[in-house]
């Protein structure tokens, strides 16, 4: 089982770029949270590979049928989830954590989990495709 997670990263002092890593073991998982620890990293999308590609009601392409977004901000990791057994949602974290808005999606204050938990999920969703279950989710 592996997954692809793409992010932007911004450094005012250079152009944009984009990062990306597909992840086949828990040692990927490990570097992808090192990569998404740098200050310029943006929120990555996370794909799994071996789920299923739906046809978009909205476009007509095909895409994934689910969707989970992650971000390391202030010292805390961030999820977000979507997919068709579960509307979006986001875990019940550490109400210290701060909320942290982008363009594309946004993590609400209180929403964001240690380090060792956001690793943790990330692994396991890398192990069974599913919405992790590690963490206490609520829809939003």
């Not at 090192?34 to 999308?45: I, K, V």
């Amino acid at each position: 089982m592996s997954f692809r997670a793409t992010w932007e990263i911004y450094d005012p002092r250079e152009l944009p770029a984009d990062g990306a890593l597909v992840a086949h073991t828990p040692q990927d998982v490990g570097r992808l949270v090192a990569l998404l620890s740098e200050p310029s990293a943006n929120p990555a999308m996370v794909v799994h590979l071996d789920r299923p590609l739906v046809i978009s009601e909205f476009s007509g392409n095909t895409v994934p049928d689910h969707l989970l977004w992650a971000l390391v901000h202030s010292g805390f990791g961030y999820l977000s989830h979507f997919c068709p057994e579960h509307p979006y949602s986001v875990p019940i974290g550490d109400p210290a954590s701060p909320a942290r808005h982008y363009d594309h999606t946004e993590f609400e204050a209180g929403s964001g989990v240690s380090f060792d938990v956001f690793t943790q999920a990330l692994k396991e969703f890398l192990t069974t495709a599913a919405r992790p279950t590690c963490v206490q989710w609520r829809q939003i």
